[in-house]
Nanobody, 127 residues
Framework: QVQLLESGGGLVQAGNSLRLSCGAS????????MGWFRQTPGKEREFVAA????????HYADSVKGRFTISRDNAKKTFYLQMNSLGPEDTDVYYC????????????????????WGQGTQVTVSS
């Protein structure tokens, strides 16, 4: 497994930006698809974005497309979620996740494709 640790959450006003980071250790980071999910208590974990092992392919949920950007730095074993134009609807606990597979496909829209998870970081957007 990969050990993951998120950082960068917090409280911001609507329209502002935040950048989440997720540092990894353990299994080879550079061979894993990495993803971001978010979850409201009592609801299912929702896909936000995913990135292939090389960083060359990214997928986004429709709700964040054009506002959020996922990226990775394999040398630093860290990947990121840049969140711009935040709105109250983006308030959630955000989780980073690692998949055992390197190739990004539609299965990575679901939590079941990932076997390692961070502890979560709270993002709160005030109106």
């Amino acid at each position: 497994q990969v050990q993951l640790l998120e950082s960068g959450g917090g409280l911001v006003q609507a329209g502002n930006s935040l950048r989440l980071s997720c540092g990894a250790s353990g299994r080879t980071f550079s061979s894993s698809v990495m993803g971001w999910f978010r979850q409201t208590p009592g609801k299912e974990r929702e896909f936000v974005a995913a990135i292939s092992w090389s960083g060359g392919r990214m997928h986004y949920a429709d709700s964040v497309k054009g506002r959020f950007t996922i990226s990775r730095d394999n040398a630093k074993k860290t990947f990121y979620l840049q969140m711009n134009s935040l709105g109250p609807e983006d308030t959630d606990v955000y989780y980073c996740a690692a998949s055992r597979r390197a190739a990004l496909d539609s299965s990575h829209y679901t939590p079941q494709a990932y076997d390692s998870w961070g502890q979560g970081t709270q993002v709160t957007v005030s109106s």
